[in-house]
T-cell receptor, first 111, second 116 residues
Framework: DAKTTQPPSMDCAEGRAANLPCNHS???????VYWYRQIHSQGPQYIIH???NNETNEMASLIITEDRKSSTLILPHATLRDTAVYYC????????????FGTGTRLTIIP | DAGVIQSPRHEVTEMGQEVTLRCKPI?????LFWYRQTMMRGLELLIY????????DSGMPEDRFSAKMPNASFSTLKIQPSEPRDSAVYFC??????????????FGPGTRLTVL
């Protein structure tokens, strides 16, 4: 699976949009970008995934660059409950069940 | 839906003892995963099952670890004998092929294991 690079930590003011970047320059054509988050003392939680088109759900938006070498997870109106470690994972959607969690980005929402 | 259920939530044991962690996946899910999380190694996949059959156990650290899934609603991860380096949070996750968000894994709350 392609390797991902994320900043180790970020702060965001409550109510503002949180933009979390991820670099995945070695991504291959059949690999999707997945985002999970882990709130302190809880199990990871799925957020969103995409292949090449931008995606949006009730939790977040995912913006993938045209060359697919990087992406941004956007939490449109961050709340204190969004404080967590956010993991960007790249993997094929078929034939490989393994989620390889890196070190992620520790996002802190500031009141 | 109760989500993925794990027990116990906390386990403290002494080196050399047998430890059994338990997991009940979400009803109807076809896949079950066991992960381990430590500060040093992060979150790593140990083994996963599909329809109760172990598919990939390449992440199991050594022979002291074993996992079983006797039926679709129950799985165990056993460590025998336990060692202090096994101290970690162990997560169970499950998923189905029939979800809208294909490949979304649902994680349990974890079992925090401390081996003294």
């Amino acid at each position: 699976d392609a390797k991902t690079t994320q900043p180790p930590s970020m702060d965001c003011a409550e109510g503002r949009a949180a933009n979390l970047p991820c670099n995945h320059s070695t991504i291959s054509g059949n690999e999707y970008v997945y985002w999970y988050r882990q709130i302190h003392s809880q199990g990871p939680q799925y957020i969103i995934h995409g292949l090449k088109n931008n995606e949006t759900n009730e939790m977040a938006s995912l913006i993938i660059t045209e060359d697919r070498k990087s992406s941004t997870l956007i939490l449109p109106h961050a709340t204190l409950r969004d404080t967590a470690v956010y993991y960007c994972i790249v993997r094929p959607n078929f034939g490989n069940e393994k989620l390889t969690f890196g070190t992620g980005t520790r996002l802190t929402i500031i009141p | 839906d109760a989500g993925v259920i794990q027990s116990p939530r906390h386990e403290v044991t002494e080196m050399g003892q047998e430890v059994t962690l338990r997991c009940k996946p979400i009803s109807g899910h076809d896949y079950l995963f066991w992960y381990r999380q430590t500060m040093m190694r992060g979150l790593e996949l140990l083994i996963y099952f599909n329809n109760n059959v172990p598919i990939d156990d390449s992440g199991m650290p050594e022979d002291r670890f074993s996992a079983k899934m006797p039926n679709a609603s129950f799985s165990t991860l056993k460590i025998q004998p336990s060692e202090p380096r096994d101290s970690a949070v162990y997560f169970c996750a499950s998923r189905t092929d029939r979800s809208v968000s294909y490949n979304e894994q649902f994680f349990g709350p974890g079992t925090r294991l401390t081996v003294l």
